[in-house]
């Protein structure tokens, strides 16, 4: 699932291709994806002749902001869960066996294909076209998502800022208001393993399986640690690993390990630097033991058994 760096990169590539442009239609070939609002022709009416007037990020969820021409603001919220990955560019719904002809074997069967067929748009991630809005001008903001298992919802601004999964997140870890102060009255009174504190959303936005892994190598502890049985030093160490690793991973637009793909249909290349995420058997980039991966509340936890004593 995209992570915080990677939502955060597609929310501002959304944000400088998107704002000022209008939504004229859409197309889907799944139309699950708005049965919160009961029917497609419901939600198009929430969409359709709005304007776009910025594109934010909260947790995983990428939100777009909405105009109508009397002026009255929406949201259109998008979770792009397991799979799902939103670009912009432009694609042709395929009529015959001639649009596959430039493309690699994997698309054929697919209803759209990028135009022109070349350029990152023709990675094999990004063939999972489910749902289509079209701009003004021509161009189109398109959802993949190979396992239709993202979450699209749109009302007014008021309204979708209200709803529980938005209004119950925890801190947003990269804003400047995430102080050391404000991460230890968050932390102080959690007594569950580390890994599984650092990926609850409603403990501290955005963080990942990933980039929990990262942090707790980064800051040499243990994921079962639990928060009362460290240090001062290794709070301060925790809270400054969240930072530096967060960061580091937006400034080299995600890790594109699997489907993730920018709003360009780019890979991501933190995973070419990452330290312990899915490097089980492979030697510690601090002291060369091998990593080691266990299970902890069914998820995968991946650390240096000399680095991160437990």
Not at 7 to 26: Q, S
Not at 161 to 186: D, I, M, Q, S
Not at 235 to 257: D, P, V
Request: with cysteine; hydrophobic share 35%.
């Amino acid at each position: 699932m995209p992570e915080l760096p990677e939502v955060e990169t597609i929310a501002r590539g959304l944000n400088r291709d998107l704002k000022g442009r209008e939504i004229i239609g859409l197309w889907t070939d799944w139309p699950k994806y708005f049965k919160s609002h009961k029917s497609e022709p419901a939600f198009r009416k929430h969409v359709v002749g709005k304007k776009i007037t910025g594109v934010t990020r909260r947790a995983k969820n990428i939100l777009i902001h909405l105009r109508e021409s009397l002026g009255k603001e929406y949201l259109m919220l998008i979770h792009q869960k397991m799979s799902g990955h939103l670009m912009v560019g432009r694609w042709l719904k395929v009529k015959n066996e001639k649009d596959y002809k430039k493309l690699p074997e994997e698309w054929i069967g697919q209803k759209w294909v990028p135009d022109p067929p070349r350029g990152p748009f023709t990675d094999s991630k990004n063939r999972f076209i489910r749902l289509i809005f079209f701009l003004r001008g021509g161009e189109m903001l398109a959802l993949s998502d190979l396992r239709r298992f993202a979450k699209v919802i749109c009302g007014l601004k008021e309204e979708i800022l209200h709803l529980p999964e938005l209004e119950n997140l925890g801190p947003e870890p990269l804003e400047r208001e995430f102080t050391y102060k404000k991460f230890l009255g968050v932390l102080d009174k959690q007594k569950r393993p580390l890994k599984q504190v650092l990926m609850d959303p409603y403990t501290i936005s955005g963080i990942g399986n990933i980039y929990a892994d990262e942090i707790l190598w980064f800051s040499k502890i243990h994921p079962k640690r639990i928060f009362e049985s460290l240090s001062e030093k290794e709070k301060k160490n925790l809270w400054k690993a969240i930072k530096f690793i967060l960061k580091k991973a937006l400034k080299l637009r995600g890790t594109s390990i699997d489907d993730y793909r920018d709003h360009k249909g780019k890979r991501g290349s933190y995973n070419l630097v990452r330290f312990v995420y899915q490097r089980e058997g492979e030697p510690c980039k601090r002291c060369g033991k091998k990593i080691l991966r266990i299970k902890l509340a069914g998820r995968s936890a991946h650390f240096c058994p000399h680095c991160q004593c437990l």
